[in-house]
């Protein structure tokens, strides 16, 4: 196999010298007690936090002290963090396997950043497009874009998949507070025809507008669903109406001909903005549909403000590189191997299922960028739900479970409703959960509660062990003021560039999915087999036995 011209060789990470002396350290600190480092050192949070971009981090409830600290930077300069930002942010072909550029921070860089890119004026082609977004979001905003029967759009509808809806989604979600309550936005992902038929429930076709969002598009998932909408729409509006309703956003211009939408209506974007990474190209279009241009543009400027921080600031300052080698740590030191996410603010429901495929997708890989097996554990499971709402679900297993799992706290210090009380109960909550995994609760401290409370003292003996928490589990708290479309731009962007090192410490690709295939082709296959013809294969006895329960369902209602 051809390899790519600009691989130069990386030593596996264990064979360096910062990953050596981190390992000799780590010895002791499996050992510290979080409680212990705060009783030594009063100024472990004035030390331990970063500013930036709106955000800042406090990381004072991990498991490490000043010395772990400074390996870990040695670390990230070892692997060449500094350099590898610059070859992404200057366009360099990072993603190998695939011989492209990585420049989702181009996209979000304020007009006139100079950068040509294999002839490719990257600025030029930027604004270009944000200006063709600006004026469709503000005709359809604004009333002038009207559907068949001239009635202005209530709903829009983005149908897309992966990156093509996670970012998207959540950003409409997150920021909903800016956004225009008469236009509603929808987004129908899944395959499962369930998630297209309620969406299709609830809108018109007069006043509908469907956005086919797919970087490829040729995503099956995404084309079905598009052929469907398209359908649907036909047994009301004519051809000709189609496009006053179907616009499309992809970097596949002649397959959004063939499908039949006007090449006016088509947003285009480019290869060097990954799935996972392109929320700030024109697969924003919804998020800038919902909450307009200007906020759009907000959006935008809060990214760029931590991707000028990530490409500045020392490293020990720096908030994505700080973040990114605490989760190498607890990764590979302390054993943890998933990372639970929790948004204490509603709006960012969907921020751990977006983590999920920026982080995964990314960096769930097991060879290195030479095709090597990685000698260390590589990414981890990323999960999460919102607080208050995991507490009262999941957070019993990461206080008393045998798993340490850290967590990421995300709060906003002041919310944009004006209940009152409620902000209040919620950054208690926040706070004293993180205290609690740190702190946890000795057993001679629940033998005293039990003793106050009067109990006898065989009572308190059998109850001790289930009262106590261990505590000393880590955890990060990411606070903001509020969230805004600028401080939403600054946090994804945060783990963006976190997921970036992470993976440069790894050696692996972060830019490509190759994972994902196997499955599609195999479901090709199965769902011919499924149709009636031909007759099934020969799979494993599994998977013949299923496809032959869905063939005798399907025969048995036909
Ligand atoms: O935007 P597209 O090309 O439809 O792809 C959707 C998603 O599918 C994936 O390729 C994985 O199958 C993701 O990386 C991507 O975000």
Redesign the pocket.
């Known amino acids: 196999m051809r390899q790519p011209a600009e691989l130069t060789p990386v030593p596996a990470i264990t064979a360096t010298a910062s990953f050596q002396q981190l390992q000799a350290h780590s010895t002791a600190m499996r050992e510290a007690q979080l409680r212990q480092l705060f009783a030594a050192n009063p100024q472990r949070f004035a030390q331990m936090t970063v500013d930036a971009a709106g955000l800042l981090l406090d990381y004072s409830k991990n498991r490490l002290d000043a010395t772990t600290m400074s390996l870990l930077m040695d670390l990230a300069r070892e692997r060449g963090v500094e350099a590898q930002r610059e070859a992404m942010f200057t366009g360099e072909k990072i993603n190998l396997t695939e011989h492209r550029a990585v420049l989702h921070t181009a996209l979000r860089a304020p007009r006139g950043s100079k950068l040509v890119v294999d002839g490719q004026d990257i600025d030029a082609d930027v604004q270009d497009v944000l200006q063709r977004v600006k004026a469709f979001t503000d005709k359809v905003r604004n009333g002038s874009w009207v559907g068949y029967t001239g009635k202005p759009i209530s709903d829009v509808v983005n149908i897309?998949?992966?990156?093509?809806d996670l970012g998207p989604k959540m950003a409409c979600l997150a920021l909903r507070s800016y956004a225009n309550p008469n236009l509603e936005m929808h987004f129908v992902s899944n395959v499962d025809g369930h998630d297209m038929e309620a969406t299709l429930s609830k809108v018109d076709p007069e006043t509908t507008l469907f956005i086919v969002?797919?970087?490829?598009?040729?995503?099956a998932e995404?084309m079905l669903n598009a052929n469907t909408a398209r359908a649907w729409f036909l047994l009301e509006g004519e051809e000709k109406d189609l496009a006053k309703h179907f616009v499309a956003v992809s970097t596949n211009a002649a397959a959004i001909v063939d499908f039949g939408i006007d090449p006016e209506n088509m947003f285009p974007f480019w290869d060097w903005v990954g799935?996972?990474y392109s929320v700030w190209s024109s697969i924003g279009l919804s998020v800038a549909l919902a909450v307009g241009f200007e906020y759009f543009s907000d959006f935008l400027a809060g990214a760029h403000a931590m991707d000028q921080h990530f490409r500045s600031a020392p490293l020990e300052q720096n908030m994505p590189v700080v973040l990114a080698m605490l989760g190498f740590w607890n990764r590979q030191f302390l054993d943890c191997s998933s990372v639970s996410i929790a948004p204490y603010h509603q709006d960012l429901s969907r921020f751990p299922a977006y983590l999920q495929?920026l982080d995964m997708?990314s960096n769930g890989k097991r060879v290195t960028k030479d095709g090597k097996a990685v000698d260390v554990p590589t990414g981890p499971v990323i999960w999460g739900e919102c607080g208050t709402n995991a507490q009262h679900a999941y957070f019993q297993l990461l206080h008393q479970g045998t798993d340490v799992t850290p967590i990421d706290f995300i709060a906003a210090l002041r919310a944009t409703h004006d209940l009152p009380g409620h902000h209040d109960a919620l950054l208690a909550n926040c706070f004293a959960q993180s205290e609690a995994f740190m702190t946890g609760k000795t057993g001679d401290e629940v033998r005293l509660d039990l003793q106050a409370q009067g109990l006898p003292s065989d009572e308190i003996e059998a109850l001790v062990p289930h009262k106590t928490f261990p505590g000393n589990r880590p955890s990060n708290t990411i606070v903001m003021d509020q969230l805004t479309p600028a401080t939403l731009g600054a946090l994804i962007a945060l783990y963006e560039h976190k997921t970036f090192v992470q993976g440069v410490l790894w050696n692996v690709n972060s830019f490509d999915?190759w994972g994902?295939e196997l499955g599609?082709v195999l479901a090709k296959k199965i769902q011919g087999e499924l149709s009636g013809q031909p007759e099934p294969e020969k799979h494993d006895s599994s998977t013949n036995g299923l496809i032959a329960l869905a063939r005798a369902a399907k025969s048995a209602y036909q």
């Open positions: 897309g998949i992966g990156g093509s969002a797919s970087k490829t598009f040729v995503t995404t799935g996972r495929q997708e999915q994902v599609k």
